[in-house]
């Protein structure tokens, strides 16, 4: 009979515990970086004097099925994005952020899981459309 009590404190600690997501780490990858056109952005954002540098796309990794693409992009800060977008709804969500470790070695982890049911505008709309152009 003292197991059970115990059994549901230990239960409830794992329910209670934030679930932390393991950073994911591929090595040796091939990278084609094409530049996206009208993305100009601050490579230190609040900074007016810093150089303005575009986002790229890896038109090496770029799948779609039906309406639905998956791609990776760099931003100007050197951060690695992996999107899932809808090239007929516009709509786009990030899977993925992280770094890259270096040229061949990138380290990412989930993104919340979050669509929006805005289309996509700015930055993201040119991006989208850039990856939807290629396939």
Not at 35 to 62: F, H, R
Not at 85 to 104: A, I, M, W
Not at 126 to 134: D, M
Request: hydrophobic share 35%.
């Amino acid at each position: 009979m003292k197991k059970l009590p115990l059994l549901l404190i230990a239960f409830s600690l794992l329910m209670a515990q934030p679930a932390i997501a393991e950073k994911i780490v591929e090595s040796d990858r091939e990278f084609a970086w094409k530049e996206v056109p009208g993305t100009l952005q601050s490579s230190e954002p609040g900074n007016p004097k810093a150089e303005q540098l575009p986002w790229y796309l890896n038109a090496k990794n770029v799948t779609r099925q039906g309406d639905t693409i998956v791609f990776e992009t760099v931003s100007p800060e050197a951060e690695y994005v992996k999107f899932e977008g809808n090239c007929k709804t516009q709509q786009l969500r990030v899977q993925y952020l992280g770094e890259f470790q270096s040229e061949t070695k990138v380290a990412y982890e989930p993104a919340p899981d979050f669509w929006s049911s805005d289309k996509a505008t700015g930055v993201q709309q040119k991006l989208l459309n850039s990856a939807c152009s290629l396939n």
